[in-house]
Each structure stands twice: as structure tokens, then as C-alpha cells.
């Protein structure tokens, strides 16, 4: 029987449709070799944390997961009991994207916040703060944040260290899903102690997978005790691996020769060329800055189903017709070019078949 060759297009639907970075493949291959104690107990895993500690500082808890729903969940999980309540974007993936596994498994209330560009506001946080020692109300427990946000904004320095203070002072914790937590670094020309620990963040879902990893995520607690009973809730969850050190490999190539910056630098480049040849077509609008490696654009509604006759992508707010370009550390500027290209004759023709149209009305 004959194969059929698969020549897959390189799109602009998702970073995680991307492959795997080269050194990412290597780094699995060189931990494929005999036999290691399972589920972490390897020097791979040792290792691997020994990197983390080296950008995160010493005195932290990390332990790696399969995916960003267990990481954040876990990460959730690990500072609430069911009556707390979380306060987060009403478009955080943890609210619209994660099947409410968040209320699942925390069996927490999620309260959801009016984002402005994808943020939540410390305002918008004082006004949920309410019905303190109310046994009748879910107590307000974490504050979760996006970074980069779901709209590809990136939170300034400033925005997060007001929350922590927020967090610290009302006896909250603060949480950052860090899916794209390396394109929000490489935006700030922060590393990646930076853009977490130091703002005053509790705990960070550290993604790998957007970023060129095959597979995993980690949970980084940058105060220790409040993992005490972690490694039980990973087990519980499901997202223990037995053999981790190829979870771990992937980590240490990603941190040992900054592989995480690189890879997330290019992303951001690519992103901010796609936007500048999207804002030569008229009829393109640009919806939120282009901060990170994602771009948001409002187009004619017709030329969304004919640029999908080539490319796949996600409709972001349907009923407005935004949609969402997202970059990899794969993206070449031949791939932005001919996306470009699409996107120019789809919008085109649509503005043609309308003009045409009003001309037949007069």
C-alpha cells in the first residue's frame, strides 16, 4: 500500500501546532539511553531543577506536569479549599478554555473580572473583594493572571507588583498561568526571575509546550511550604509521569543555553512583521497591540471562511469578527509573506463584491 506524503503548511493558527524545536529532539534523544529510577527520581529531573534554580533562585519548589490545564489546576488546587473563590479574567483560559476543570477538581468558584486589553485590573480586583468573613460568600483565595494575556497583551511590571501587594495584604495568593510566560519576558527584556518572582508572584504554571518543547509543564512555587502536599495532588491528578526524565530533559535543554529566550524572541519578531504587513491591507484592523507573539485583527467577516480555504485559525470574538494569528518559533518570514498574501486577496475581493453590490443598489 502507498503512503501518501504529508506536506503540512506551516500556519498561523496556534503555537502548539508547531513541531518540535531540533535541540528539544536532541535533548530527548541523549536521555534515551538505559535504565533510570521513574516518576523523577533521575539525575535528569535533578538536573533539570538545579536549571530551574538557577533562573528562579534557590529556595523554590518545582515539579513538572503533562499539560497547562494540570498545571494550572494543580497550581490552584494547592493554595485553596473549596469554599475560596479565584478571581480572573473573564477571558482567562482557566474560565472559557480549561472544560471547567478548575471547578472540578479545586471545587473552587471562579469570578470572572471585565479584562481591559486582556488585563485585569487592580480596580476590578478591589471591586470583587467582598464578602469577607460572610459565611454565605466564597472566600476570595487567588488572584490568576495570563502573561502573556489571552489577547496578546503583556502586563507591565508595575500591574503585576500591585496585585501581589493586593494578594499579600489580604491574605490572597497570586498566580500567573505562564503558558507564553517567555514571550512576556523577551517583551520586558526581563529573565525569567523577572517576570515572576521578583514582581511578588506566589506561584507560576511555567509553559514549555508553546515554546517548542514536545510535551510538559511546570509548577514553580517560589515559596516551598505551600507545596507541602503537592507530590500527593500531582498523583491524584493524573499528572505524574513515570518517565520523567524526558519531561525533564526537555526543561533543561530549554534553560541551559537560554533556548527558552530564543525561541520565544523569534516569535515575538515574526509577530510584530506579520502585524506591520496586516496594517498595509485596508479592511485589516488591529484590535489589541502586538506585545507577545500573537496578533488579534478585526476583518470583513466573508474573507474569514475564504483565507480558511488555506489556512486554518481561530475566530476569537465571532459576533465582531476578530480573529487570531499566532507566531511559533518556527515562523519564517516566507510563511508571513504568503499568509500575507492570502489575507490581502480575501479582504479584496470582499470589498470588491460589496462595492459592486452597492453599485447595483444605486
Not at 47 to 60: L, R, T, V
Not at 101 to 116: M, Q, S, T, V
Not at 169 to 198: C, K, P, T, W, Y
Not at 259 to 279: T, V, Y
Amino acid at each position: 500500500m502507498q503512503k501518501t506524503a504529508i506536506h503540512p503548511v506551516r500556519g498561523f493558527a496556534s503555537d502548539n501546532n508547531a513541531g518540535v524545536h531540533s535541540e528539544i529532539i536532541e535533548a530527548i534523544a541523549r536521555a534515551n539511553t538505559g535504565h533510570v529510577p521513574a516518576y523523577g527520581y533521575d539525575p535528569y529531573t535533578k538536573s533539570a531543577i538545579g536549571k530551574f534554580e538557577e533562573h528562579f533562585g534557590p529556595d523554590i519548589a518545582v515539579f513538572f506536569t503533562f499539560n497547562g490545564t494540570g498545571a494550572n489546576v494543580l497550581s490552584l488546587q494547592s493554595l485553596t479549599r473549596s469554599f475560596h473563590s479565584v478571581l480572573c479574567s473573564d477571558y482567562a483560559h482557566i474560565y472559557t478554555d480549561e472544560c471547567g476543570a478548575p471547578e472540578k477538581f479545586i471545587g473552587c468558584k471562579l469570578i470572572p473580572l471585565p479584562h481591559e486589553n486582556g488585563k485585569i485590573t487592580l480596580d476590578a480586583v478591589r471591586h470583587a473583594y467582598h464578602g469577607i468573613g460572610d459565611e454565605h460568600h466564597a472566600q476570595p483565595r487567588v488572584i490568576s493572571i495570563t502573561q502573556a494575556t489571552e489577547m496578546g497583551t503583556v502586563y507591565q511590571p508595575e500591574e503585576i507588583s500591585a496585585l501581589a501587594r493586593f494578594a499579600r495584604e489580604h491574605n490572597m495568593f497570586l498566580h500567573v498561568d505562564g503558558a507564553r510566560i517567555a514571550n512576556a519576558a523577551v517583551s520586558l527584556s526581563q529573565n525569567l526571575r523577572q517576570a515572576s518572582r521578583d514582581l511578588g508572584v506566589d506561584i507560576l504554571s511555567f509553559g514549555g509546550t508553546k515554546n517548542g518543547m514536545l510535551g510538559g509543564e511546570a509548577v514553580v512555587f517560589f515559596h516551598p511550604e505551600q507545596a507541602e502536599n503537592f507530590l500527593y495532588l500531582r498523583k491524584q491528578s493524573m499528572q505524574l509521569a513515570s518517565k520523567m526524565r524526558f519531561v525533564a530533559a526537555q526543561f533543561e535543554a530549554m534553560l541551559a543555553s537560554d533556548l527558552w529566550r530564543r525561541s520565544a524572541e523569534h516569535a515575538n519578531r515574526m509577530a510584530r512583521l506579520l502585524e506591520k504587513e496586516l496594517r498595509r491591507i485596508p479592511g485589516v484592523r488591529i484590535v489589541w497591540k502586538v506585545e507577545a507573539n500573537g496578533v488579534f485583527a478585526q476583518i470583513p467577516h466573508p474573507a474569514i471562511d475564504k483565507i480558511r480555504q488555506k489556512y486554518f485559525f481561530y475566530t476569537w470574538i465571532e459576533e465582531e469578527a476578530i480573529v487570531r494569528w499566532m507566531c511559533s518559533f518556527d515562523t519564517t518570514e516566507e510563511d508571513i509573506q504568503k499568509f500575507v498574501a492570502v489575507v490581502a486577496e480575501a479582504v479584496k475581493s470582499q470589498s470588491s463584491g460589496r462595492a459592486k453590490s452597492e453599485r447595483r443598489t444605486l
